[in-house]
Nanobody, 114 residues
């Protein structure tokens, strides 16, 4: 069973940067499109960035120009680099296939506040 372990969250001031990592167990990571999702309190989980198995990327409008998704197939890891963070980016961030297909991990909390 594939396990997803997200890390790198924390408290950051508005305008700051943060980098998230997601380690994916299993040997078939490279064949999957992956995504970063987030869920804010009282809101539905949403896709913020996706990356195809070939490296093509897509972003939610709210993330364009500020977030960068990447992957390292040799390390079974997908990354999300975030800059110019805003309070509305506060959420629990998760990775999963795009569209989702694995059991969700614990996520990592990102809080943007002064």
């Amino acid at each position: 069973q594939v396990q997803l372990v997200e890390s790198g969250g924390g408290l950051v001031q508005p305008g700051g940067s943060l980098g998230l990592s997601c380690a994916v167990s299993g040997s078939l990571f490279s064949i999957y499109a992956m995504g970063w999702y987030r869920q804010a309190p009282g809101k539905e989980r949403e896709l913020v960035a996706g990356i195809s198995r070939g490296g093509g990327t897509k972003y939610a409008d709210s993330a364009k120009g500020r977030f960068t998704i990447s992957r390292d197939n040799a390390k079974n890891t997908v990354y999300l680099q975030m800059k110019s963070l805003k309070p509305e980016d506060t959420a629990v961030y998760y990775c999963n296939r795009d569209p989702p297909g694995f059991m969700w991990g614990q996520g990592t909390q990102v809080t943007v506040s002064s």
